[in-house]
């Protein structure tokens, strides 16, 4: 069994919590769909933990931490600029610094095995496309994007966890979110994109953690609670961070 977790941004109480969850069931591997930083108050700490991971994609924040932020607001912006000061801080060891940096320069941006595909946006675009549930009705988009995936493909980026599905007798496309399915999506002759949600920052009006554990052909969306007044203090106490980046967490959005 597999746990897939993404868009992790910094956020420690809520990784710490989802591997906790994840140790209760039989996991062997664990694959990270990327943004392990950005927003959050420890980045340090969260790349340490997912280098225990078999695999960690590139997300758009931990690109730009590296090179210069392309395309985020202010906000986001400010934080990226601060993670990069954490990420080079003089109280850090110089291996520690170099070993953080190199692992996220060696993460791939695309992963295939077997007929899936992992991605952190989109298989058009594994950085930075984001596909939201509201996409279904724009057929160009999804006609295209499904037409770069064999038959799955798991990915992140909008923090929206779901099920995107193709029906090849109309042509259309359907999206199911978590409670729709029962938290439970078993994967079929379609091909089928499933957007695993957000470990540190979910956006669909839940603030629980969120992840996947893929068992074969059977998915199932988990939600773990964590100590998230704790981390929005953090975010309080670092000038640098905006105060709504904490806020946010309470609203799932």
């Known amino acids: 069994m597999k746990a897939l977790i993404s868009d992790i941004h910094s956020n420690l109480e809520a990784l710490q919590a989802v591997l906790a969850d994840i140790e209760q069931h039989n996991v062997t591997e664990i694959y990270c ?3 392990i930083i950005g927003y959050g108050p420890n980045p340090r700490e969260c790349i340490d ?3 225990q991971c078999r695999l960690v994609l590139l997300g ?7 090179f210069d932020p392309d395309g985020f607001n202010p906000p986001a912006e400010r934080a990226i600029f601060w993670t990069r000061a954490q990420l080079e801080s003089p109280a850090d060891s110089r291996q520690n610094k170099e070993d953080r940096w190199e692992f996220l320069a060696e993460r791939p941006r695309v992963f295939k095995e077997n007929g ?8 058009r675009n594994p950085l930075n496309e984001y596909v939201f549930p509201e996409d279904i009705y724009n057929q160009r988009k999804m006609d295209r994007i499904f037409a770069l995936v064999e038959k799955y493909c798991f990915q992140g980026h909008t923090h929206v966890p779901g099920v995107f599905t193709e029906n ?9 979110s978590p409670e729709d399915l029962n938290y439970e999506f078993k994967l079929d002759a379609r091909k089928t994109l499933v957007n695993v949600g957000s470990v540190g920052q979910p956006r669909d009006g839940d603030w629980r953690a969120c992840y996947v554990l893929l068992d074969d052909d059977a998915l ?3 939600r773990v609670e964590y100590d998230i007044e704790r981390t929005i203090q953090k975010i309080h106490d670092i000038p640098e961070l905006d105060n709504f980046l904490g806020d946010r967490l309470r609203d799932g959005r």
């Open 60 to 66: 758009n924040h931990d690109q730009g931490a590296m």
């Open 49 to 51: 933990l997912v280098r």
């Open 33 to 35: 769909l990327g943004d």
């Open 168 to 176: 090849p007798q109309d042509d259309l496309y359907q999206f199911q």
């Open 220 to 222: 199932y969306y988990r």
């Open 116 to 123: 899936f595909l992992y991605v952190h946006g989109s298989a």
